[in-house]
């Protein structure tokens, strides 16, 4: 496999690879078990030694455009709170009351002075600080530095907000990417794009059944033969290893002019889509004009339940060729498509694929040398799961 040539000769090799009807491929076909899908026990331990251990994204930077905007999020350890400080930094707490612990802020998103509890009424700063105990007269002493809100390790990098899911962690995105994908996510320029919309489902299946199905260039024209199979080429990945990340070039249906011409020194960048894992649960996706972001957060509880967001960052009104309806038009329609995919195609199949894998008898399974990505995704996973384990003995 070959690392970081410059980009039209990585599209280059993809259309070699699609000339010869191939894919990149590991050296191995991998065994796994059902039970990774729905035993609690491994499920505690990827929310301790993954989401505990290291960042994941919440939002895109746009979301929490203004000081005091505030967005709450249930990660895998924490219902957290996160919100623009008034130096444009971004922090993130528990979302929870230091007095008897009711939950502080119970609205998904909004823009606010104070928290305020609707319990007793305490507040607290948009910084975390306790800030009013009601009736203190009566109430007693307290230290109120000690009874902020719990802060969590929060860092804003290449437009993406990133949580560490734990109190007691550090946080440090540019060491997490690696140089690699630290520099590859710099030159997307993605903190200049705005977040279109951002949207979330609760599905009935495990997180990495879910994340499997988006880094999978081996199912389109299979289970979206009417849609995204009509676009992209099925089962052809250009494909780098990273080490923790990956991503590949797929190419696109129209890119088939040049397979018998030679495309000489055209760019090929709209005849592409490519494809970023971020361990431990994001797909990028940088499409022609826009990206899209796929996150998979496991439930707090239960390993047969997760969490998708879908976020579509693209050029603002002002940096696109459009006025504000036309962007609006442009922009509601790829949403909707994309929608449709994921309701009407992906997620009946891998509902299905959870209730499969709850089989008692299910034996073992398979990822193929061509499930690249997967690969990648299992075995730094895996890896995670092991570090975490170690370090607790
Ligand atoms: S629980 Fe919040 S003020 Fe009492
Ligand atoms: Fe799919």
Redesign the pocket.
């Known amino acids: 496999m070959t690392t970081s040539l410059p980009r039209q000769d990585r599209i280059r090799r993809a259309l070699e690879l699609l000339r010869n009807d191939t894919t990149d491929k590991f050296d191995e076909v991998i065994a796994f078990e059902p039970d990774e899908f729905t035993d609690p026990v491994l499920a505690t331990e990827e929310r301790e030694y993954v989401f505990g251990a290291v960042p994941s994204i919440v939002a895109h930077g746009s979301e929490l455009a203004k000081a005091n905007d505030f967005m709450t999020v249930q990660m895998p350890r924490n219902n957290i709170i996160v919100v623009r400080q008034k130096d444009g930094s971004v922090k993130a707490f528990v979302n929870l ?1 230091r ?4 939950m ?1 802020e119970d609205r998904e998103k909004g823009r606010c002075r104070i928290f305020s ?6 507040s607290y700063d948009p910084d975390g600080s306790l800030r009013t105990i ?1 009736r203190d007269n009566t109430f007693g002493e307290v230290d109120r530095k000690e009874h902020g809100l719990i802060e969590l390790p929060c860092e804003e990098r290449h437009g993406f907000i990133w949580v560490v899911d734990n109190a007691k962690a550090s946080i440090d995105v540019a060491a997490w990417l690696g140089p690699e994908m630290d520099e590859i996510l710099a030159g997307y320029d993605l903190d200049k794009l705005v977040c279109y919309r951002a949207g979330g489902f609760d599905e009935p299946t495990n997180w990495k059944i879910m994340q499997d199905a988006f880094l999978d260039g081996y199912h389109i024209q299979y289970a979206h033969p009417n849609t995204a199979g009509k676009i992209i080429h099925t089962n052809v990945m250009a494909f780098e290893d990273f080490g923790r990340h990956c991503r590949f070039i797929a190419p696109r249906k129209s890119i088939d002019r040049f397979l018998e011409e030679d495309p000489g020194d055209t760019p090929l960048d709209k005849y592409v889509t490519e494809t970023h894992f971020l361990l431990p649960n994001s797909t990028l996706l940088r499409q022609p004009d826009h990206f899209q972001l796929l996150t998979f957060r496991p439930h707090p509880t239960d390993p047969t339940k997760s969490r998708m967001e879908q976020r579509l960052m693209v050029p603002s009104v002002e940096d696109s060729p459009w006025d504000a309806e036309h962007w609006e038009r442009r922009w509601n329609k790829n949403w909707e498509i994309l929608l449709a995919v994921l309701h009407n195609e992906d997620f009946p199949l891998l509902r299905d694929s959870q209730r499969g894998m709850g089989s008692a008898d299910a034996g073992d399974m398979m990822l193929g040398r061509n499930e690249i990505a997967n690969q990648v995704f299992r075995r730094e996973i895996k890896n995670l799961v092991a570090t975490g384990r170690a370090g607790d003995q």
């Open positions: 009351c007095h008897r612990g009711a502080l509890c609707a319990y007793h009424r305490w009601t």
